[in-house]
């Protein structure tokens, strides 16, 4: 037989998002009305200069944007087709996309 006892635990979310490329505050329930933040989470590896380096950022869909426009080479979209889909890989270039 087992015998169980309540637990009770504390639920984390966040109160606020800043965009670390424009500065901007946004609280979560902004964030909830105004938009999705781009996460950029990246451990360097081995044989990098940053070896073991953990970056974590977040940017805004505005700052998202002019960020991608920069781009040499834009990045690969894959459109979400149903609501709640999750989209499937983009594809790949088997080309050179620079000509």
Not at 11 to 30: F, L, Q, T, Y
Not at 36 to 48: E, L, N, P, R
Not at 79 to 91: A, D, L, S
Request: hydrophobic share 35%; aromatic share 10%; glycine share 8%.
């Amino acid at each position: 037989m087992i015998k169980y006892h309540a637990v009770t635990c504390t639920k984390v979310e966040p109160a606020e998002i800043w965009c670390n490329m424009c500065g901007e505050r946004h609280s979560a329930k902004d964030f909830e009305k105004t938009g999705q933040f781009a996460a950029i989470d990246k451990t360097y590896g081995f044989g990098s200069l940053k070896d073991g380096d953990r970056y974590l950022a977040h940017l805004c869909e505005p700052c998202t944007d002019k960020l991608f426009s920069v781009f040499k080479i834009p990045p690969q979209v894959a459109p979400m087709r149903e609501w709640g889909e999750i989209p499937p890989e983009p594809t790949v270039l088997v080309s050179d996309p620079t000509g």
